[in-house]
């Protein structure tokens, strides 16, 4: 596969998201977990939606029980993310981030950006305009250490 846009991921309330949808903006992806310490990440990750978005930056999060950091259900997820952090961003239904049955997302991603295995929760992944991954993020990464790169992706052209 040649870009992000050759996926789709299903949304809390069970309508599907082709990434095509992003195509020609900037987009941050990123594997949460509610119980997780970085869960608080959530609120930076909040401010920059709302800070970019006008100018063609998105974030997509995508909630993983793979750590055994996420609450029973997508319903109580998607509840505490809005309630606790404000989340307008989208999110996805849980999905696995490695192993037998990791989502094809994940792996692409991975493959991508050069790396292995997901190690943790809040695990980023920045991607250009083109679909393209331009860098990953560790999970003790804070949203505001990346905002530049964030900027310096929605300067370039598609």
Known sequence: MASIYDFSETEMSGQTIPLDNYRGKVLLIVNTASKCGFAPQLEGLENLYKKYH???FDVLGLPSNQFHQELSTDEETD???????????????RVAVNGDDEDP????????AGHGRIKW??????????GQVIKRYAPQTKPEKFEADIV?????AE
């Open 152 to 156: 310096d992706a929605l300067s370039q």
């Open 121 to 130: 929760n809040f695990t980023k992944f920045l991607v250009g305009r083109d």
């Open 105 to 112: 997302l994940f792996t692409y991603l991975k493959d991508a």
């Open 54 to 56: 006008d100018q063609g």
């Open 79 to 93: 509840d505490f993310c809005q309630v606790h952090y404000g989340v307008t961003f989208p999110m996805t239904k």
